[in-house]
């Protein structure tokens, strides 16, 4: 029996996508665009985020490669045997499906989509993103190509909003703001991290299932620490049970079609030391200012430099861990990051209209000195034309985050 290398499969029908047909040709004329001004004829994508930011499919690799092809004239996703038809139901563009019954049908697939083309002399790829040995691979078929990276180019791009996409965004902190409500009504002395963050979870995906019936699910998650394990901003939850007087985390992040929203806020159970109240008000300070001064126009390193002194003032500048906010759009904890836009002292980025960014100052006081765990607050802000909105709702500060459940 001959069995095919790379097939199309259309079983079904094409799924309702996240965003309009006109939202996703507007991104792959800007991918043109890129590739117009760098005399490209073809891209080979290879993310997560800029496959899903480009076709609206996103891939579940389980270590077998995935891609998305385009050029002048077509583009396509390549995808794995063991989804079906799934991407191209999910993808607003053809599908081609390799096989696994001989090695490297991947790069037979790339090749397909050029068909009797003439070989592309310059070929875009995502050098912050192919592995070396991938690299190799389609070196290999295209031996007279020239590959240049596109993926800064294209971060750029994903870095401003399209209105359709601040409204999914809107709708994700809203969600977000829903799950650290239920999670507030769960803090009790002897419950541990698991339960809370279980049932913040669940609300939030049942709130996205309400929201986006045509969706797929997949992703949402949430991190509720307490004590010790409130020091790293990214520490799994535990089993560990809750005490009075403990240092809570929440953290929600609802996913909804591969674009990622955050709650994350300090509290205590039943109440709070001095030493501690002193720490959380000196970082819920920093926070207030930060929330003040994004507005367009301004440059993320000066942000920084102005908070890193409110910081040094309040005496807590050497507790402070990481940046003080990031981008928002197609990432999340396993994929995407839009690293041009994140408020860090080495980022000189302009602020401007239509970027999401968050405000997130963070203090580690370490164990066994007074006031010891990690004080963290995050609100989600939209630049507009004059000033920027705060879209997250849920309170922070000692008069709203003591709970006495």
């Known amino acids: ?171 994700g902190a809203r969600i977000a703001d829903l799950g650290g409500e239920e999670i507030v009504k769960n803090i009790k002395e002897g419950n541990t991290e698991i339960e809370i963050a279980i049932a913040g979870r669940d609300k939030m995906e049942r709130e996205i299932v309400r929201t986006y019936p045509n969706a797929e699910y997949m992703d949402t998650w949430v991190w509720f620490q307490s004590g010790i394990n409130t020091d790293g901003a990214h520490n799994p939850k535990t089993n560990r049970k809750l005490n009075k007087g403990d240092i809570l985390s929440l953290n929600t992040f609802p996913m909804i079609s591969g674009y990622y929203t955050a709650l994350e806020r300090t509290l205590f159970l039943d109440y709070v030391d001095d030493e501690s109240l002193k720490a959380w008000e000196a970082n819920v300070k920093v926070h207030k200012r930060g929330l003040e001064l994004i507005k367009p126009g301004v440059k993320c390193s000066d942000i920084c430099h102005e908070l890193n002194d409110l910081f040094a003032e309040l005496g807590y500048l050497h507790y402070r861990t990481f940046g003080y906010g990031h981008s928002f759009g197609v990432l999340s904890h396993f994929y995407g990051r839009e690293a041009g836009l994140e408020l860090r002292e080495d980022i000189d980025t302009v602020l401007q209209e239509n970027m999401v960014i968050s405000m997130e100052p963070m203090i580690m006081i370490p164990e066994g000195k007074p006031g010891s765990g990690g004080y963290r607050e995050h609100d989600i802000l939209v630049i507009g034309k004059n000033s920027a909105e705060n879209i997250t709702k849920f309170p922070f500060g000692p008069e709203h985050n003591i709970i006495k459940n």
């Open 1 to 171: 029996m001959e069995r095919p290398d790379f097939f199309s499969l259309r079983n079904g029908d094409k799924t309702k996508l996240p965003f309009s047909n006109a939202e996703y040709e507007r991104r792959v004329n800007g991918l043109k665009n890129v590739m117009s001004n760098n005399n490209l004829d073809m891209v080979i994508l290879t993310s997560m985020h800029n496959i899903t930011y480009y076709t609206g499919f996103i891939y579940c690799s389980f270590g077998r490669p995935y891609a998305c092809i385009v050029t002048k004239n077509k583009i396509s996703t390549i995808s794995a045997n063991i989804d079906a038809s799934q991407p191209w139901r999910r993808s607003h563009c053809d599908n081609i499906i390799y096989t696994d019954w001989k090695r490297d049908n991947f790069l037979k697939a790339i090749v397909s989509i050029i068909g009797r083309d003439e070989p592309p002399k310059n070929i875009g790829i995502e050098n912050d993103h192919i592995t070396l040995d991938m690299r190799e691979k389609i070196g290999s078929i295209f031996p007279f190509s020239v590959f240049n990276d596109v993926s800064k180019e294209l971060m750029q791009l994903r870095m401003i909003k399209s209105n359709e996409e601040i409204e999914i965004i809107k709708n």
